[in-house]
Each structure stands twice: as structure tokens, then as C-alpha cells.
């Protein structure tokens, strides 16, 4: 197969609208799309991916007035919409007409992604698009187009060239679908940001885990995510030398290990590290985190040292990722 890559969003749009599958970068991390009313191409996405199956796919639209074609959109939903979208949201919402995959549930997750050319391609392709991550399943999410290339030339029919993700790990995702408002993945927004319109939030799930969960409403919940094949060790800077030091003292192979964090080892502590990446706040931190899981891959690394992130802004949707790639189940 061919892979075509072109900026021209109206040319992408017209081949998910003929059943195409088409990745492209929004404002989180690039998605790997099809045409939400095609199911024999939604399913192609799993193959590609290696995903499970019972995994659900967002749906993204091009505006507000079409997710409310397709699903029950109730006040608040619509200001959280008005208020955050275009943008890093995800809301579960119920569906109003069975024909946007998966046609079996009865709920959908939705987002409207950030950059107008994805919006553009979006409404091209018919107003909705179901699209993952584009990452092999269980892998970090990829927010680099040299990453997409090099796992996906050739396996999906084109590539919208615009600019790269910018916040660097995968929407929020509330579900609105209960009696409070549930929330079922953190990411760049914040809960505190929602406090002008949500007086209860409810995460004791997300504390707990789905384990167990037959159905599940959002992607990012049940398997192993955003794992790189090096192990992770997370801690403070003080934490991650102190370890580094006991590794490199239980045999006498040499160690491939690599850092990411606020404070540099110096010289002498830096000894042992074939890769490293300073970040100045959390903002950056997520930005790079994923880049850098590839990186390492590509080199070798064998144990990846992540400095704990800052408490504040941010910190609540870096440590839910590093969390789950530390996980290997």
C-alpha cells in the first residue's frame, strides 16, 4: 500500500469518506482515523493497531451542531463544549441513532479537535471520524510525524501534514452519561477548571480501575497504555541516582539507562546515561514525555528514569501516564 501524505485536508476527508484510513495530528497526539459510519473500516484500525477489540474508539466531529445530531446533548455537555472545544475534551454522551460505530453501544465519546485543518478534513469525511491513538497498541502514543512514518508507511491509505501535537498526551474524558459527571481519564485540563460549571466531579473509578467493567464508555481505561519496552523507575532526582546506583551494582554488564526530568545529574552523575531530556515545567514534560518513551526505544535503553512531575498544573495527567506505562499488564 501506498501511503499518501498531503496538507490538503479535502483530499484526506474523501478517502475516509471511501473507506480509507487516514492519520493526522491534533492539538493531543496524532489519531489514526476512519469514517465513524463505516464499520469494515473502523475494524481495520484495530487490526493495524493490534488493538483489542472491546477497546472503544473516540468519535471526532467538526463542530458542536453535529455531535448533537448524533447524540443526546444535554446543558451542561453543550457549555462544557462551548467552553473548552475546540479543544482537549472528550465527553461520553448517549447516542440518538445506532449507525456510528460501534453500532452495539449505546454511548460514543466525541471530542472536536483543535486544528482547523483536522476540523476541515473531518467535515470532509462526512462530520465524524473514529480514531484512536496512532500507536501500536500498548505503545506510547505518537507525537511525531517521523514516529508516524516509521510505523505506518504503508499500512494506512494517507497522513495529513499539518502541525505536530502540542499538548503531548491524549484528551480529558468526562462521562456525562450518570448522575455526576464521572471523570474517566485526566489530562491538560484541569478538574479546577471545571469548577465554574461542575460543582461534583466524580473519580473514585479511576482511582479503583475498571478491572472487571464488561463494557467499556472511553479508550485509555483497561489495558496496558504508553508503555515504552524499557522499564520505568519514577522518583525525585535524589531517588533516581540512589537507584541508578543499585542497578549498576547488581551485575557488571554494562546498563543502557536514560533520564527525563527538571534537574540534570551533573557530570559525574550523568555517567551511564546514553540519553537525556531537561524540561523546564509540566507543560514541556508532556509535551516531550512520549518523544522521548520513542527515543529510548530506538536506542536501546534499558531502564528510563522519570522524575516525578511538579505538583500543580499538570501533574495529575503526566503522573496517570507514567503510571500506566510503569505498568507492564
Request: proline residues 8%; glycine residues 8%; negative net charge.
Amino acid at each position: 500500500m501506498e501511503t499518501q501524505l498531503s496538507p490538503d485536508p479535502i483530499v484526506l476527508g474523501s478517502i475516509i469518506r471511501s473507506g480509507g484510513i487516514v492519520i493526522f495530528p491534533t492539538e493531543t497526539v496524532y489519531g489514526i482515523g476512519a469514517s465513524s459510519l463505516l464499520p469494515e473500516s473502523c475494524l481495520k484500525i484495530y487490526e493495524i493497531k493490534n488493538r483489542p477489540r472491546d477497546n472503544p474508539l473516540i468519535c471526532h466531529f467538526d463542530s458542536i451542531e453535529r455531535i448533537e445530531e448524533y447524540c443526546d446533548l444535554n446543558n451542561l455537555g453543550k457549555a462544557l463544549l462551548e467552553k473548552f472545544s475546540p479543544g482537549p475534551l472528550t465527553l461520553i454522551l448517549r447516542k440518538k441513532v445506532k449507525n456510528i460505530f460501534p453500532f452495539e453501544m449505546p454511548t460514543l465519546a466525541c471530542r472536536i479537535p483543535k486544528y482547523p485543518k483536522v476540523r476541515e478534513m473531518i467535515a470532509s469525511a462526512g462530520g465524524l471520524v473514529s480514531a484512536p491513538s496512532a500507536n501500536l497498541s500498548g505503545r506510547p502514543s505518537l507525537t511525531r510525524l517521523s514516529d508516524v512514518r516509521f510505523y505506518f508507511d504503508g499500512k494506512v491509505d494517507g497522513i495529513l501534514l499539518d502541525e505536530e501535537p502540542e499538548v503531548g498526551i491524549e484528551s480529558t474524558v468526562l462521562d456525562l452519561t450518570s448522575d455526576s459527571p464521572i471523570l474517566m481519564r485526566p489530562g491538560s485540563i484541569e478538574i479546577e477548571d471545571f469548577v465554574p460549571l461542575i460543582s461534583v466531579i466524580d473519580f473514585r473509578k479511576l482511582k479503583k480501575g475498571w478491572e472487571g467493567d464488561e463494557n467499556l464508555k472511553s479508550p485509555g481505561l483497561k489495558y496496558r497504555h504508553y508503555s515504552p519496552h524499557a522499564s520505568l523507575v519514577l522518583g525525585s532526582a535524589d531517588e533516581i541516582l540512589k537507584n541508578k546506583k543499585v542497578l549498576e551494582s547488581e551485575t557488571i554488564s554494562p546498563k543502557r539507562f536514560a533520564w527525563i526530568g527538571f534537574f540534570p545529574p551533573d557530570q559525574n552523575e550523568a555517567e551511564g546515561f546514553i540519553y537525556s531530556k531537561k524540561v523546564s515545567d509540566n507543560k514541556e514534560y508532556r509535551s516531550e514525555l512520549y518523544a522521548f518513551f520513542e527515543a529510548c526505544d530506538r536506542l536501546g535503553v534499558q531502564t528510563i528514569f522519570c522524575e516525578i512531575p511538579k505538583p500543580g498544573p499538570g501533574f495529575e495527567g503526566l503522573w496517570n501516564r507514567m503510571e500506566k506505562a510503569k505498568s507492564k499488564e
